[in-house]
């Protein structure tokens, strides 16, 4: 046992317990313990919020692109391909994936790729044999486009 004297003259020296006995130790691994559950919920906050931003921009996009979609489709059932070049423009097309819209972008003649300028060619084609109307066979084409787009953003 470890002895201090409070003064130099009086009585004997006060004993004192040994500096560290098992609470210390219990009340130290609890601290640790506890910053470290601390700094894995600071972790996974952190986690979470470039999560939330991520799905939120993706919503946004998404909510952004359906507007665009259905004016798209509207502007076609009043003026068919007249005024829709802006509308189509606004669309982020996938220059790996011509997928979205094609057949509507070689139409009216913005941000096509070649698969679409095909497809439009082949429709054109098809109608004049048929003696049908170029027109009609391109805006029914276009109006599945522009409803499958729609589908294909609301399943995501």
């Given at each position: 046992?470890?002895t201090?004297?409070l003064?130099?003259?009086g009585p004997?020296?006060?004993?004192?317990?040994?500096p560290?006995?098992w609470l210390?130790?219990?009340?130290?691994?609890?601290?640790v313990?506890?910053?470290?559950?601390?700094g894995?919920?600071?972790?996974y906050?952190?986690?979470q919020?470039?999560?939330?931003?991520r799905?939120?921009?993706?919503?946004?996009?998404?909510?952004?692109?359906?507007?665009?979609?259905?004016?798209?489709?509207?502007?076609?059932?009043?003026t068919?391909?007249q005024h829709?070049s802006?509308?189509?423009?606004?669309?982020?097309?996938d220059?790996n994936?011509?997928?979205?819209?094609?057949?509507?972008?070689?139409?009216?003649g913005?941000k096509s790729?070649?698969?679409?300028?095909?497809?439009?060619?082949?429709?054109?084609d098809s109608?004049?044999?048929?003696?049908?109307?170029?027109?009609?066979?391109w805006?029914?084409a276009?109006?599945?486009?522009?409803?499958t787009?729609?589908?294909?953003?609301?399943?995501r």
């Amino acid at each position: 046992m470890l002895t201090f004297a409070l003064c130099n003259s009086g009585p004997a020296p006060i004993p004192v317990a040994p500096p560290r006995d098992w609470l210390d130790y219990v009340s130290a691994f609890s601290g640790v313990v506890g910053a470290l559950l601390a700094g894995l919920a600071i972790a996974y906050a952190a986690w979470q919020s470039v999560q939330t931003k991520r799905d939120l921009t993706r919503e946004r996009r998404i909510e952004f692109e359906l507007g665009l979609l259905a004016e798209i489709r509207r502007q076609m059932s009043i003026t068919q391909f007249q005024h829709l070049s802006g509308y189509v423009g606004a669309l982020i097309p996938d220059s790996n994936d011509e997928s979205d819209l094609p057949v509507l972008r070689a139409i009216v003649g913005t941000k096509s790729g070649p698969t679409g300028r095909q497809k439009r060619d082949q429709i054109r084609d098809s109608s004049r044999s048929r003696s049908a109307d170029v027109q009609s066979e391109w805006l029914r084409a276009a109006a599945v486009e522009v409803d499958t787009a729609i589908d294909q953003r609301l399943s995501r």
